[in-house]
C-alpha cells in the first residue's frame, strides 16, 4: 500500500472494526474500504511492485479474490502488531520490575516477546464448525455445530502454566496458542515477530509514562475479536501529570475508561 494511504485506510478499518460506529457509517467505510482495494489491485495488475499484492497478480486470482487477500492480510496484519505493540509496551510500563529486568537483558527479547503474545493474547476467539462427531474433555461436539475457541483462555489455563497471570518474561513453559493452532494458525506470525523483536528493545530503552498506570484505559473490542489500545499516553522524558495538561489523550481515556474492559493487563 502506497505510504501515504495508510492514515485514511487505517481509519476506514477502524470505523467498521471498533464496535462503535453506526451501522450506516460501518457501511459506509465498509464500501470505501472496498472501493479503496479495487483501485489498488488494478494499480498493482497495471503497474507490479515489489510486494505480495503485486505478486499474486501473476496468478489466477480473480480481482474478487485479490480484494479478499488484500483485506484480510492488510486488517489482520495491522490491528494485531499494532495492539500487540501498544499493549506489550504498556503491559512492561506498568511492571517496572519486568521492565528492568528485559533492560537489563535485551537477549531476553525473544521469549518476553512470546510471554507478552500469551499474556496479553490479542486476538481472543475465534470460531470453527465441526466436520464430524469429535469429543473434547469429556464432551461430545456434534457434527455441524459451532464452537467457539478462546485462545485468551487457554493461554491463561493454570494446569498448562503456572501462575497464569503473571507476566514471566523468563517463563520456559512455552507453546502458548497467541496465533491460533492447526491449519489456520496465523500465516503472518513469524512477521509480527520480528516486527515486535525489533520494535521493543527499541522502544523500550528511554521510553516513560506521561501519566500514572491508573489513568490509562484498554478497550476490548468485541466485534473485531481484538483487544485495543485505545490510546497509550507515552513520552520519553518521564512522569507528566494527569488532567487538562495531559493533552488530547486524556479525554479518550477518560472514554475508554468509562466503558467496561475485559481485557486484562496487570
Ligand atoms: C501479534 C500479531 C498477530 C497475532 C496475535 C495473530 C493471531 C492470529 C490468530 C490467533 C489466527 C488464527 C485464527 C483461527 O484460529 O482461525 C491468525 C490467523 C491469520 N493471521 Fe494472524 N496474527 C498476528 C499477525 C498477523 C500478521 C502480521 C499477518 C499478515 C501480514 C497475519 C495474517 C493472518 C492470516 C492471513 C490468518 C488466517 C490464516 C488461515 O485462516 O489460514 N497475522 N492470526
Partial sequence: MPYQDRGSFQEQVDSFTNGETSDEDLIAAYTATQDYLAQLVAAKRANPTDDVLSDLTNSDLTDEELKGIALLLLVVGLDTTANMLALGTFALLRNPERLATLRADPALADRAVEEL?????????????????????????????????????????????????????????????????????????????????????????????????????????????????????CNPGGWRPAGPEAGPASAAHRRAAARPSSHATS
Fill in 117 to 233: 503474545l500469551r499474556y496479553l493474547s490479542v486476538a481472543k476467539m475465534f470460531m470453527r464448525t465441526a466436520l464430524e462427531d469429535v469429543e473434547v474433555g469429556g464432551q461430545t461436539i456434534k457434527a455441524d455445530s459451532q464452537v467457539i475457541l478462546s485462545y485468551n483462555t487457554a493461554n491463561r489455563d493454570p494446569e498448562r502454566f503456572a501462575d497464569p497471570h503473571v507476566l514471566d518474561l523468563r517463563r520456559q513453559d512455552g507453546g502458548h496458542l497467541a496465533f491460533g493452532h492447526g491449519i489456520h494458525q496465523c500465516l503472518g506470525q513469524q512477521l509480527a515477530r520480528v516486527e515486535m523483536r525489533v520494535a521493543f528493545p527499541a522502544l523500550l530503552p528511554t521510553l516513560r509514562p506521561a501519566v500514572p498506570a491508573d489513568h490509562w484505559a484498554a478497550q476490548a473490542a468485541t466485534l473485531a475479536f481484538f483487544s485495543q489500545a485505545r490510546s497509550s499516553p
